[in-house]
């Protein structure tokens, strides 16, 4: 069973404007999350990550929120680019080394 | 460094082949990971590696899958026989040690099993 969930499969939005990729997971000993950028051919890369003892984290046009009580996390870019245009995959970490990733959310961003 | 090193960057067999795909981990690091990419499924761990000691490997599909990692510079995930719902991108990833978070993906390998 899926313990990290992207329900939203595609977004598209308007270069300058904001996007938000949304996530829900379900296991609450998860106490780290990142989010991962894929261009195609390429292998995932780490794009921004927060605690479980913090509910933002911000770094330049990219910011995450942690939502504990509802098990919801988000990624906010903005102002959106052209090249921002990818794959976002959502993961959790608890005790181990492993991640769980989410099925991730194609963005695309209309010049 | 050259970041994760897999090959071959695609393989292309036919059903009942055994398959073997490569994985070079980032200097120092200490933890491997495999992961198959699937639309259904997105990102699943097959296996991963601590101080090449495989740790958990019950996301391993069937006995078809194996994995080894015979030093810290190299590790195999072999399938045999291969069948075509083993098709998908294969990708390998380092972590540095049990304090970090960040791992670190290899381009991936797209494995087509006809």
């Known amino acids: 069973d899926q313990q990290v969930k992207q329900n939203s499969p595609s977004l598209s939005v308007q270069e300058g404007r904001i996007s938000i990729l949304n996530c829900d997971y379900t296991?609450?000993?998860?106490?780290?999350f990142l989010w991962y950028k894929k261009y195609p051919a390429e292998g995932p890369t780490f794009l921004i990550s927060?605690?479980?003892?913090?509910d933002k984290n911000e770094d330049g046009r990219f910011t995450v929120f942690l939502n504990k009580s509802a098990k919801h996390l988000s990624l906010h870019i903005v102002p959106s680019q052209p090249g921002d245009s990818a794959v976002y995959f959502c993961?959790?970490?608890?005790?181990?080394?492993?991640?769980?990733f989410g099925t991730g959310t194609r963005l695309t961003v209309i010049p | 460094d050259a970041g994760v090193i897999q090959s071959p960057r695609h393989e292309v067999t036919e059903m009942g082949q055994e398959v073997t795909l490569r994985c070079k981990p980032i200097?120092?690091?200490?933890?491997l990971f495999w992961y198959r990419q699937t639309m259904m499924r997105g990102l699943e761990l097959l296996i991963y590696?601590?101080?090449?000691?495989?740790?958990?490997d019950s996301g391993m599909p069937e006995d078809r899958f194996s994995a080894k990692m015979p030093n810290a510079s190299f590790s195999t995930l072999k399938i045999q026989p291969s069948e075509p719902r083993d098709s998908a991108v294969y990708f390998c990833?380092?972590?540095?040690?049990?304090?970090?978070?960040?791992?670190?993906f290899g381009p991936g390998t797209r494995l087509t099993v006809l």
């Open positions: 993961a959790a970490k608890g005790g181990a080394n492993n991640l769980f």
């Open positions: 296991n609450s000993m998860f106490d780290y």
């Open positions: 927060i605690s479980s003892i913090k």
């Open positions: 200097s120092g690091h200490n933890s």
């Open positions: 590696f601590n101080n090449n000691v495989p740790i958990d």
């Open positions: 990833a380092s972590l540095a040690g049990t304090i970090y978070n960040e791992q670190f």
